[in-house]
């Protein structure tokens, strides 16, 4: 299972496109299913909109719940890729308790990017919840909620700078997954 870490706008999605095309994995968008369910106005879609106009994560709860109805999706979870997901410390410990009893490998990779690259990335890709209070609120979130994941996943995470070049990015990634599976 390949877990992609980072901050809105650091290019987790565009890494995890290509992974999945390159190595024919499924893989999981969590903000793309949050902006479904809204955009579908379904009931966690209702519950979710007001965390996400103010920059704030949606619970835990609501979440793992999305999480596990999408899961199926995901026909063996071990060749899987996450984007976005887990993105709090309770939310790894919950796909921990869904892998106790795998011997799934897990790789982890942070895509760190410095703030000030992000908030200009985030203000030119036109989204509505992308103003400048919502993104430096997101971010605020993200640096609290980051570094007890990193501290819970420890030396299986790999840090790659964000700020390169997507294909150098993906190369990253790309090498390690050859040399590790």
Do not use: W
Request: net charge negative; proline share 4%; aromatic share 8%.
């Amino acid at each position: 299972m390949i877990i992609l870490l980072g901050a809105p706008g650091s290019g987790k999605g565009t890494q995890s496109d290509r992974l999945s095309k390159s190595f024919n994995l499924p893989y999981v968008c969590m903000g793309d299913i949050v902006r479904n369910e809204i955009k579908s106005k379904t009931v966690l879609g209702k519950k979710m909109i007001s965390f996400i106009d103010k920059g704030d994560l949606v619970p835990d709860s609501l979440i793992n719940d999305i999480f596990i109805f999408n899961y199926p999706v995901l026909s063996d979870i071990s060749d899987a890729i996450l984007d976005g997901y887990p993105r709090t410390l309770n939310q790894a410990r919950y796909l921990s308790s869904l892998l106790k009893d795998s011997s799934i490998d897990l790789y982890v990779f942070l895509i760190d990017v410095p703030d000030k690259n992000l908030i200009d990335r985030l203000l030119s890709r036109s989204r509505s919840d992308d103003t400048l209070d919502v993104i430096t609120n997101r971010l605020e979130t993200y640096h609290r909620e980051i570094k007890p994941i990193l501290e819970y996943y420890g030396k299986s995470v790999l840090k790659l700078d964000g700020n390169c070049e997507v294909d150098v990015v993906f190369s990253e990634i790309s090498n390690h997954l050859k040399i590790n599976t």
